[in-house]
């Protein structure tokens, strides 16, 4: 089983700090993807990164991907209290159709 | 307006019954996947099915089974309910790899209560 490390587990901070929070694996990943989740609600994707080095940035997020397609870091710029929610990373492995696998998610919470 | 749809937000079920989660989605996507999410375990991966009738073991499919008649469909059973079941189930679809973006499309979650 491919495993996805993510840290913090948890984040709590002042609104308009900066923050970033990673995904490691010892595994390669054809592609990972980045997600949103709000209590009660399934998680919504923000991105998908591909290729070796890659960067994407969505309005104050830039995601980023490792060259060697192992690891991820989100970084948000000035967060903002809608910020606040779940961020789980997901990496999808070769060639199968068993879908993604999942890290246990970081718990962010920015205060007013 | 593209959806995941679970039969039920909340379901409070006793201990031993045969329990039902539906899952229908409109997007004509090959995969359906069932997780269960707990606090400190993350999203854990139950069963997954890639085409009608076929279905694959997860990491933890013990107690549970699926059935997959119409593409759209995908349904996990609880053969016999237990409290360590007690937990927040999510239905997700996504094309096959090479069949589209494999962006997976959630459900909004159905939170089982055993008693």
């Known amino acids: 089983t491919q495993l996805l490390e993510q840290s913090p587990q948890f984040l709590s901070i002042q609104e308009g700090e900066n923050l970033t929070v990673y995904c490691n694996s010892s595994?390669?990943?054809?592609?990972l993807q980045w997600y949103r989740q709000e209590p009660g609600e399934g998680p919504v994707l923000l991105v998908t990164?591909?290729?070796?080095?890659e960067v994407k940035k969505l309005k104050r997020l830039t995601f980023q991907f490792g060259d060697a397609r192992k690891d991820s870091s989100l970084h948000i710029t000035a967060a903002q209290p809608g910020d606040t929610g779940l961020y789980l990373c997901a990496g999808l492995s070769g060639g199968g159709a068993d879908g993604l696998t999942f890290g246990k998610g970081t718990h962010l919470i920015i205060q007013p | 307006d593209v959806k995941v749809t679970q039969s039920s937000r909340y379901l409070v079920k006793r201990t031993g019954e045969k329990v039902f989660l539906e899952c229908v989605q409109d997007?004509?996507?090959?995969?359906m996947f069932w997780y269960r999410q707990d606090p400190g375990l993350g999203l854990r991966l139950i069963y997954f099915s890639y085409d009608v009738k076929m279905k694959e073991k997860g990491d933890i499919p013990e107690g549970y089974s699926v059935s997959r008649e119409k593409k759209e469909r995908f349904s996990l059973i609880l053969e016999s309910a237990s409290t360590n079941q007690t937990s927040m189930y999510l239905c997700a679809s996504s094309h096959l790899p090479g069949q589209g973006d494999t962006e997976a499309f959630f459900g909004q979650g159905t939170r089982l209560t055993v008693v």
């Open positions: 595994s390669v990943f054809s592609s």
């Open positions: 997007m004509d996507h090959e995969n």
């Open positions: 990164v591909v290729t070796g080095g």
